[in-house]
Nanobody, 123 residues
């Protein structure tokens, strides 16, 4: 069983940058990790992810290059660097994981989820 824990969320202003981290503990062999976000009253959507074999990152088309995802050398921490944040980026950001496949945008493909970290962006 894998446990995921996000950190780094908090209130920011439009134009700021923020870095989120996700630490995975447990059996992380062939483990793909991804970020999702859920804005108030909306569905949880894919932000991007990196495959267990290092391929990627793959991003949602709508992010316009402001977000960057990386994974550390031991492949147990996923990082989301967010730049030039906008009020519409306000959401709870979730880390998700699955075994043995490339990142997909469907929430149902992911077995493990973190508790989420809130990122309110004020104008």
């Amino acid at each position: 069983q894998v446990q995921l824990a996000e950190s780094g969320g908090g209130s920011v202003q439009a134009g700021d940058s923020l870095t989120l981290s996700c630490a995975a503990t447990g059996s992380t062999v062939r483990y793909t990790m991804a970020w999702f976000r859920q804005a108030p009253g909306k569905e949880r959507i894919f932000v991007g992810g990196i495959s267990w074999d290092g391929n990627g990152p793959n991003y949602a088309d709508s992010l316009s290059g402001r977000f960057e995802i990386s994974r550390d050398n031991n492949k147990e921490t996923l990082v989301l660097q967010m730049n030039n944040l906008k009020p519409e980026d306000t959401a709870v950001y979730y880390c998700a994981g699955q075994t043995g496949r490339a990142p997909t945008p469907q929430t149902y493909d992911y077995r493990n989820w973190g508790q989420g970290t809130q990122v309110p962006v004020s104008s």
